[in-house]
């Protein structure tokens, strides 16, 4: 494995069990059995290496999550929200590590260089998810202006779906979201508490 492959590896095991805050640049280098500057060379700072984590982690996710079609006239909406959540989940369960470190830094505070980072990341995912609603809002009678809700209600599903299913298995093994509890989690979204 190349230095600048077993960095990202390392740094992102690291950030996984400990927080991006409490570890050290120096922690990572022993780890990927380089030195200081190597990482430096590479990197420049600990938080361009985040940076690069966050981009090696998430960038593969935007091209299908945007193949998703918006619903168009006559296209089955539920149909398109189960697309938009098979890509979430899928690509959540082989990066699972990454996810779920995408997830904590979801809670930095937001003057923290942690939440500048994901920033990107969760505003991209949420953007997809309001314009799925945004198109569906014409056969959605209940939408009323509440895209923006919809797409929080429904990501905030699909995201703790996704971190409780880490208490059953290692992040290491990834996770996999069978198809039969993917149309669970619409339909509960879709259908509510009586479903």
């Not at 992102?12 to 570890?23: E, I, N, Q, R």
């Not at 990066?95 to 997830?103: C, D, E, G, W």
């Not at 923290?112 to 949420?126: D, G, K, W």
Request: proline share 4%; net charge negative.
């Amino acid at each position: 494995m190349e230095n600048r492959e077993r960095i990202l590896k390392c740094a992102l095991d690291l950030f996984y069990a400990k927080g991006y805050d409490a570890v050290g640049i120096q922690e990572i280098c022993q780890m990927a059995g380089i030195t200081k500057p190597t990482l430096y060379h590479y990197f420049g700072s600990k938080y361009g290496l985040l940076e690069t984590v966050l981009k090696n982690g998430f960038d593969e996710l935007f091209a299908p999550m945007d193949q998703v079609p918006d619903p168009q006239q006559g296209e089955d909406v539920e149909h398109m929200l189960y697309e938009f959540l098979s890509v979430l989940t899928d690509y959540a369960g082989a990066n699972y590590k990454a996810y779920l470190f995408l997830m904590s830094l979801c809670y930095s505070p937001r003057e923290n260089e942690t939440y500048r980072a994901v920033q990107p990341y969760l505003s991209r995912i949420h953007a997809r998810a309001v314009q799925i609603f945004e198109a569906a809002s014409d056969r959605l009678g209940n939408m009323n202006g509440r895209q923006e809700q919809f797409a929080i209600g429904f990501l905030g599903l699909i995201n703790h779906y996704l971190m409780m299913l880490g208490n059953q298995t290692s992040p290491d093994e990834g996770v996999h979201v069978p198809e039969d509890a993917k149309r669970g989690l619409l339909h509960q979204f879709l259908h509510g508490i009586y479903s």
